[in-house]
């Protein structure tokens, strides 16, 4: 059996291929700058997406229906920037290989049950019941796996803070192999610094910015987005290393 499983981002789409005991065959970026490696799609058995964002709706993977994908598309007014290119990748297999069993897995899916205390914000409780305004938290299948082999190696932990560190950046802390809570919120964008993320932020800085200084909601979202973190920190890179930051 051949198992592939696909990362879809903004701008790239990373891969791997495995063998029916997960043994790791080929791995590859699919990017318009890069070299693609080939793939011989009529050799692939099954095939798993990572979508960022499954709301409320998806706490567990879940076989890719017409359906399924009907309620993905739905969940893009809560991650406009994240689930789209998922979907288009998803729909390009399906157009491909449409026999093919195809799964989704959720990057929120981990920090589904954290305890209401940690998930909704202090505004108005309609805003959480109507508009589902609350923290969901991300990176949950790498905290998901982290604090599993932590748990493997060390059976008496009950308690851990899983770390995940890179481009963008998150921290959880995890209780008898279950997420309580999450530095991420209603979007990737809460939390620590990354690296052209702000991170948290005074909301009324933002405040500010549309009003004092006029920028429109996608300016402010490009600043806060691509344009903060450790690249607006440096001025000049995101990456963390030898260069000095302006502190």
Known sequence: MNILVVNAGST??????????????????????????????????????RVVHGG????????????IISKIKELTRLAPLHNPPALKVINDFKQQ?????????????????????????AIPYKYYEE?????????????????????????????????????????????DGKSIDTSMGFTPLEGLVMASRS?????????????????????VSTLLNKQSGLLGLSGSTGKTGNRRLHL
């Open 12 to 49: 790239t789409v990373k891969f791997k291929l495995f063998d029916g005991s997960l043994s790791e065959k080929l791995k590859g970026i699919i990017d318009k700058k890069a070299d693609t490696t080939e793939i011989k799609l009529e050799d692939i058995d099954k095939i798993g997406f």
């Open 56 to 67: 409320e709706k998806f706490i567990q993977p879940v076989k890719i229906t017409a359906e």
């Open 97 to 121: 290989l449409p026999g093919k069993d195809m799964f989704a897995v959720f990057d929120t899916a981990f920090h589904a049950d954290i305890p209401k205390h940690a998930a909704i914000y």
């Open 131 to 175: 508009n589902q305004i609350r923290r969901y938290g991300f990176h949950g299948t790498s905290h998901k796996y982290v604090s599993g082999i932590f748990r493997e190696l060390e059976p008496k932990t009950g308690k851990l803070i899983s770390c995940h560190l890179g481009g963008g950046a998150s921290i959880t802390a995890v209780k």
């Open 199 to 219: 991170g948290d932020i005074d909301a009324g800085v933002i405040l500010h910015l549309q009003i004092q200084m006029q920028m429109d909601a996608d300016a």
